[in-house]
């Protein structure tokens, strides 16, 4: 709940016309981001990622599962996020719900491609172990913890941290089952299955505040906004997916220039994202 | 200083998880040597100190396989890493155990160093390192860390027999040796017998088997690997059970699978694939049409032993098993049961054997090493091949041998010596094998044990007088009627006639647990040792002899302490109240069955204490016949009692156990005793109590005795316990012994009854089988059986005057303390009958006699006859050995008779016969008796 | 199953009487009016206080004259080894919930806030037992952060008893052994205890040891606390200097 005097949002919105934002931000510079990873120990992999005063947390778990029978050679992927009271009074209880529904399915559309799993970030084919009978299920789970604005974008990047830093053990199949039956699995010694994930795209967010869009809103400027597109993007500056938020409509054209400045600012988004994974990883080992 | 260890894990129902777990490293952890200037643990006052300049430091290939070998005293000063420890509790729980006795026993210098959570010689799992490769690295690490830490002044050698462990540790400039070359170092030549060679190196062994061209052959199938085996027991191709060798024909098993439901039979060595009593197994079934030929087949092509003079069984456990019918292959076939070979082993129960080594000729050059063949006076277990450097020593003496390995080329186990008991057929050696084959401990109390004894001379003091919780019953007239001579009387009566016209009956018990208290040493012992041992010729107690035979012993004309229930009953023995109290009582007579019997049979005799005898025998015969018409089963046992000359101990006269009234006067008022405290601690505490139940025998269990009572003309009707009651009560024949000699019978086809917890089972499942009662405890013999020590615990807590031990709030340890029992028990009683058997033959030796004998089994080649005034059985032959079969004689199945082959003569089951009884030695030093036919 | 090795080591190398690792971090949540961090061992918990502000729901309030205390307690999906999605709101959940707000209003002078709320959120981040005196440590902390007066700091600390031996802050394995599990609240300096919870049996002279153990164990976090408040005040006076 963001509760501002006429004043306040004035002073917002004037910023914002001008290019100086009241935190002193430019309209497409990003506040400061940090990533931790590994933090929590007992998932296959996890990170923590700081944009200002959003704090969200990402694990990934593996699990052994089923294909499904129209994608046998592919393992699933399933994302739920949640937020923690912690982040904001009104999440008490059920309050979270609705936040939670459609962060998930943003995230859902911008990183996990369509239903058939075309056109992921990560390669689905790799988790499998048994074609059509053992996969790999990934359940990435995502918290809020703290919450100042722009959280897709920050729960974005804290599931591309936590993939990279996902290892799941290598298993092999035991010898002497029949066909017909669900083969029985062993673990082989201490080897680890990572990830390649240059080709998990970020999430850049553009929200409408007046005449302009801004990236990395807080939550201050989120409540002036009158719509908000989400658009992910990859390395090759390819869209993954895109999401439309609040109910004011926007000029197809501005939606072009709108993705755009998306690819623009995902370069230096990859970039700075990619040293502060390398960072993390590096961090966590020496400790 | 902490770490976290991560590892992943699969978990039962195939699932694979992430599994972390945090370890704190210390920097407290001492190291246990005496010189050492620089550790200072609290704790090291108790800490084991190594002295010596050599310390050792032993690889976990070292304790698994060479556990004798440091058990042996010669070896000292040695450091057990928890790496180690875990390793091997991993690997071999019985070895484990082992270790930690050896650690924690203050008169070895065994000391446990903790590395794994030591701040210096904790390891890191590196990159792609096999669990094996860290455990290795951390045992080097530790080493390498002792050598630092104690400097040049103690020398820290690396006892390991892996080569590739001992390589590295050369490299890293760690002493390592392997176990031969450090005991050879020790120069103590008896000590390499305890050395296990590894089995790569026993090519040479083949020499004693056989000289034979086909060096080497393979005789055994493979053993599945262990993920095959578990995939195998999940789809239902294999099934898993422990396998139970026929105590009367080793070439014969029984694997109880619970996946089909029945016992699977293994016919000869071949199918039992190196498969040893009570290992844990992988059964395959074997295809239908085989389960029949493949026994024939199976006989074969192993050596034919012959069975021996025995003790006759008493209950289905130590009886023989009833096999499908001899000459399967040429008779109709029976319904039969499924047959199987062993595929794998999935848990092992080697442990140490005794016995002796095969006669052989003594090899040229003495002192050299030699191959002999160990012969186990376990006849379930296969002859074990050892190497020797003593044979001379060795050959007519008992010893005791481990089993090490059993390769697949080999017919028979490979083992090693571990030590001498005595000489062949000396008495007290071979009383002794009886001891160690079961498992007694018959060393004396410890002084730990006994510092918890109350000071001697003990009286009943004031305070217990007082005591609130404590009725005093000494004005009440309280006796004992016991066997003769009996010391540890742990039971008394009394029984007084009210006003009212009924009796207050009490059954006062020895109050055994105001003296053993929970989680003393005393009471850990009387529950490691389980029950008292009755042998033939001496009593290994389960409680020292102060309270066994003076503090508890509810003597004549002396105060003590007593746990009692009373009953009010009317004249027919109908309960009208009961209560429960601790007590103090003086009797005022312990008598002798006999005596008792005398006084109640006397009918001059008009004193008070005669009448409270008559009154109770008359109660109990009312309670007696109450029970025989609920069902309770009058079985009847064999049992024999020796005459002993207390001077030589050899046995002077042998022969049947008498009963009279008056034991079975005493028996009725125990069980009832122990019913009325089953039902008491059962209603207090329902999931902790110990009870004791009798399972009903299934009809299968019953078959031999319904085909022997077929063959004579009876029917028995086994539909229930009342019903065999009742036939067995019709079944007489033509002679008086005759209806006991089918009781007998009948007895041997029931298990034994079990102590159990009663969280662990249903209800309907407490039921006691043999004394119809649907619950029944132990109560009534706390001096000689820990089950009663429970119980009586479980009793006071009941009243609310005792607190109950926290272990009865542990249910898997309760059931363990109840599994303990059992086995104790049961190895008590194979050890009474051992003994027996024991000096049986001694006596036999001295007096050839001839006897009567019944039939009671008809086999191919004769039959086994029971001996019914020495209470044991044996093979009488028709034929002899060479010839067996014959063809001389046949056997009528359905008549259960054997008969000639021009039918001049034929001798049936049950048939009474005259034979000869002479000890016999066949070979030298190897005594035993033998029947036969007059 | 041994839990204590006879050279007198837990399976994690502890001794009996030690406790697992402690950290604490005071703000972690900047959005709230207070909040903190704290860890034992492996079990992580965040506890963010917001208020005291006005009552939100009218219909909530009882008392005019004291200030109304609410406390949610949620697990993340990836807090347990196990992943499962958790209803929120489930018995457990709003059991614990309960014990920490009944906990945390023994110790807030709510006589001092009339008319308004005080929530207390508390999430946990890794489970490995004890996570009920995790979550009032941190709420203690977090309490202090959002400068709400209280009567005493209040710290929690659990102990269990297995293989014969009372063992201090149970890990997750050992609490699942099926030994009895002591949760003690107490108010450190006022030395009262405000809470007090058990599972599973033990004779009396038994628990007394248990208790006292667990006791002890609260004392030493609260000396934890104590020096973590201190810091942090350091800090803030030397920030405001600066």
Known sequence: ?287 | MLKSNVFSKKTRNNKIKKEVREVYLRDDICCGVSSCTTCESPTASSATRLTASTILVVDTNVVLHQIDLLENPAIDDVVVLSVVLDEVKNKNLSVYNRIRALCSNSLRKFYVFANKFHKDTHVEKMEKESPNDLNDRAIRVATQWYQKHLGGATRVLLVTNDRENKRKATEEGIFAETIESYVKSLEQPDLLDLVVQPASVDVNMEDIEDSRPSKRKVIYAEHKPMSEITSGLRHGIYHQGKLRVNRYNPFEAYVGSESIGDEIIIYGRTNMNRAFDGDIVAVELLPQEQWHEEKSLSIADEEEEEEDVHLAPSSADDAPRSTTPVNAADQIPVPSRPSGRVVGIIKRNWHSYCGSLDPMPMPAGSGSIAYALFVSKDRRIPKIRIQTRQLGNLLNKRIVVTVDSWDRQSRYPFGHYVRVIGDIGDRDTESEMVLIENDIDARPFTAQVLACLPPLPWSVSSEDLANPIRIDLRQIRVFSVDPPGCKDIDDALHCTALPNGNYEVGVHIADVTNFVHPGSPLDDEASKRGTSVYLVERRIDMLPKPLTEDICSLRADVERLAFSVIWEMTPEAEIISTRFSKSVIKSCAALSYVEAQARMDDSRLMDPLTTDLRNMNSLAKVMRQRRIERGALTLASAEVKFQIDTETHDPLDIGMYQIREANQMVEEFMLAANVSVAAQILQIFPVCSLLRRHPSPTREMLEPLLLTAAAVGINLDVSSSKALADSLDRAVGDDPYFNKLIRILATRCMTQAVYFCSGDLSPPEFHHYGLAAPLYTHFTSPIRRYADVFVHRLLAASLGIFQLPTIFQDRPQLTSVADNLNYRHRNAQMASRASVELHTLIYFKKRPTDTEARIVKIRSNGFIVFVPKFGIEGPVYLTSKGQKGGGEWYVDEQQQKIIKMDSSLSYSVLQTLRIHMEVVEPQPNRPKLQLTLI | MEFVSPEGLRLDGRRPTEMRQLRAEIGVVSKADGSAMFEMGNTKVIAAVYGPREVQNKGQQINNDHALVRCEYSMANFSTGDRVRKPKGDRRSIEISLVIRQTMEACIMTHLMPRSQIDIFVQVLQADGGTRSACINAATLALADAGIPMCDLVTSCSAGYLNSTPLLDLNYIEDSAGGADVTVGILPTLDKVTLLQMDAKLPTNIFEDVMQLATEGCKAIANYIREMLAENTKQLEFRRDS
């Open chain 1, 1 to 287: 709940m963001v509760g501002l005097s006429e004043g306040e949002k004035e002073f917002i919105k004037g910023g914002i016309a001008q290019d100086l934002r009241s935190d002193g931000r430019k309209r497409y510079t990003y506040r400061p981001i940090y990533v931790e990873t590994g933090v929590i120990p007992q998932a296959n992999g996890s990170a923590r990622v700081r944009l200002g005063a959003t704090d969200v947390i990402a694990s990934v778990k593996a699990e052994l599962g089923k294909p499904s029978a129209l994608q046998p050679d592919k393992g699933k992927v399933a994302l739920f996020i949640d937020c923690s009271p912690t982040a904001e009074p009104t999440f008490e209880g059920r309050g979270g719900e609705e936040l939670s529904a459609e962060l998930s399915s943003a995230l859902q559309r911008c990183l996990l491609g369509s239903k058939s799993g075309a056109g992921a970030g990560i390669d689905l084919s790799s988790l499998i172990v048994v074609e059509g009978k053992v996969c790999w299920d990934l359940y990435i789970d995502g918290l809020v913890i703290s919450s100042d604005g722009n959280l897709l974008d920050a729960l974005g990047a804290a599931i591309k941290a936590a993939l990279s830093n996902t290892g799941i053990p290598t298993v092999h199949v035991v010898a002497g089952a029949s066909n017909d039956e669900q083969p029985e699995v062993d673990i082989s010694d201490e080897e680890f299955l990572h990830f390649d994930t240059s080709g998990v795209p970020v999430i850049v967010t553009l929200t409408k505040v007046g005449k302009h869009y801004i990236v990395d809103a807080t939550s201050e400027e989120e409540s002036q906004m009158s719509s908000a597109v989400s658009i992910s993007i990859n390395r090759q500056g390819h869209i993954c997916g895109m999401t439309k938020r609040g109910g004011s409509g926007i000029d197809p054209s501005v939606i072009l220039d709108m993705i755009s400045v998306a690819n623009f600012v995902s370069r230096q988004l990859i970039e700075k994202l990619d040293s502060e994974i390398s960072a993390a990883e590096a961090n966590e080992e020496d400790s």
